[in-house]
């Protein structure tokens, strides 16, 4: 489904979170897509729908989440992949190369693979957010190799702040069996967080 806008709360107490989550659909006719607990003991909340809509609800969110803020998140003009990515599994079929770019909060890494999927014709392979991995976030791209290496490039410039990035690889030819597992291959389990099946599609 594409939306026009996202945006997305970490709040560091649960509790507050929740209450988080309430009061943004209270506020507006957004759609939630995440509102979940990672590690450390935060909750992610993101939601979508029109600009207006959605910067009025994050408002909302930014005053109850108050002093409990970790980071937050507006994109008025979102790529599609990437609130594709937050309720659906992707395909991770003919890759001819990987980019791979890991932040240390989720805001910074959706800020990230948005402007990675704007600035070159590569694809979101696998968005992994906090759960499982210390709160951080990863995102993997696919595409011919001087595609890759450009949207990796700019999804570095989007974060802004380097203390945020934690490193990004770019892989040519990754072996099959390593694709395998962002499609759900042996080992994989259950999909991972962020990436379940949307209850709504079929």
Do not use: W
Request: hydrophobic share 45%; charged share 20%.
């Amino acid at each position: 489904m594409e939306t026009p806008s996202l945006a997305l709360l970490e709040c560091r107490s649960l509790a507050r979170g929740a209450k988080v989550s309430d009061e943004i659909l209270k506020t507006a006719p957004v759609r939630l897509l995440l509102s979940y607990p990672v590690s450390p003991g935060k909750l992610l909340v993101a939601f979508c729908g029109g600009v207006a809509e959605v910067e009025a609800s994050l408002e909302r969110g930014l005053e109850i989440c108050g002093e409990q803020l970790e980071d937050a998140l507006f994109l008025p003009a979102v790529h599609p992949g990437v609130t594709e990515a937050l309720h659906r599994r992707l395909d991770a079929r003919g890759v001819e190369a990987m980019g791979v770019v890991e932040t240390y909060t989720v805001s910074a890494a959706l800020r990230a693979a948005d402007a990675s999927l704007k600035a070159s014709a590569v694809r979101l392979l696998s968005l992994r957010l906090g759960a499982g991995i210390g709160g951080k976030a990863v995102y993997y791209l696919s595409g011919a190799v001087a595609d890759v290496e450009a949207a990796v490039e700019a999804g570095v410039e989007a974060i802004r702040i380097p203390e945020l990035l934690v490193e990004t690889v770019v892989l040519a030819r990754p072996h099959g069996d390593f694709i395998a597992y962002l499609d759900g291959g042996p080992g994989q389990g259950d999909p991972p967080a962020g990436l379940a099946p949307n209850p709504e599609e079929d």
